[in-house]
């Protein structure tokens, strides 16, 4: 019989719980990562541990991974295995578990929202810091309603103005998480290319550029133009995005959009690649204020 795992501290849970707590799809990361933890504590290998809840070593992974929402009593009875008895630590896990099968906001938005991104928003709404590279449009979170708009129109040119209204709003409500009390670090860079496409027209790109500027000069956001003429700010011909968490269940994550669906990386050796990759832009690209005074200089 393996020996039983070290004791979860409640508090530490309790800590979980509320720095997640508005995000589902984090709490599900917490709860995978912490039932992993526990399994290797108690050195149990998966295979075990998934004939115990009369499931399978696919199934543990999946739970572990967070690829899909636990259920009360799979969670229950692990800990069980695990040799968890603490009862403030087990209610804790309970809440967790409870949570994590809570909906995002996002979902009232289902019909027009990609299954993959999904994700996505739940981790920027848990991340500390944002740090993203855009080759062609302005980064979502910095989209004025117009620009969004613009952008829907020429994706979906057959939608009805109801899809589009709702399009648009997804868009809007997303960026709340930059307006809340406690935001993340967003750091943005954008190639120069995005400054001259002019999606929906001269004035709503002007009024796009204005809406940088504005943002860019919050004390949680940072906008930096990778310009034409520095060849270091060729490294990455695609948009990328890092986000990384307070949290310290949470590992990394870097996100890569494509056509039709969506990466999500939390290898170390991937992430660190990555964000190796964007160190680099941001030492190539202009920097914060001169970045200010080139989306000036557009509007002249």
């Known amino acids: ?35 992993r933890a526990l399994r290797k504590a108690a050195g149990i290998e998966a295979e075990a541990a998934g004939r115990f809840i009369r499931g399978s070593e696919a199934k543990i992974s999946r739970m572990e ?24 630590a087990l209610a804790r896990f309970a809440e967790i578990v409870r949570l994590s099968r809570q909906p995002g906001w996002w979902h009232r938005f289902d019909g027009v929202l990609p299954d993959w991104c999904g994700k996505l928003i739940g981790l920027q709404e848990a991340a500390s810091t944002i740090r993203t590279y855009e080759v062609q449009l302005v980064p979502g979170l910095l989209q ?67 809406h940088l500027m504005t943002m860019a000069q919050l004390g949680h956001v940072t906008v930096q133009i990778a310009p034409f003429n520095r060849p270091g700010c060729i490294a990455a011909g695609f948009p990328i995005t890092h986000l990384r968490f307070d949290l310290p269940a949470l590992p990394d994550i870097v996100y890569l959009e494509q056509l039709r669906d969506a990466e999500y990386l939390d290898k170390p050796e991937e992430t660190q690649h990555y964000r190796g990759v964007l160190d680099g832009l941001a030492q190539s690209a202009l920097s914060p204020q001169d970045s200010l005074d080139l989306l000036e200089y557009t509007l002249s």
């Open 1 to 35: 019989m393996p020996a039983p795992a070290p004791p979860v501290d409640a508090p530490t849970l309790e800590y979980y719980l509320a720095a997640s707590a508005r995000s589902p799809i984090a709490l599900r990361l917490v709860l995978g990562h912490l039932l």
């Open 65 to 88: 991974r967070a690829l899909v929402t636990c259920k009360h009593d799979d969670v229950m009875d692990l800990l069980t295995l695990y040799g968890v008895t603490d009862r403030p």
């Open 144 to 210: 004025t309603a117009a620009y969004t708009e613009a952008l829907v129109r020429q994706a979906y040119p057959h939608a009805p103005q109801e899809e589009v209204n709702d399009r648009v709003k997804l868009r809007a409500t997303r960026q709340n998480v930059l307006a809340r009390q406690d935001p993340p670090h967003l750091w943005a860079i954008l190639d120069e290319a995005v400054l001259h496409r002019p999606m929906g027209g001269e004035q709503v790109m002007r009024d796009q550029v204005r």
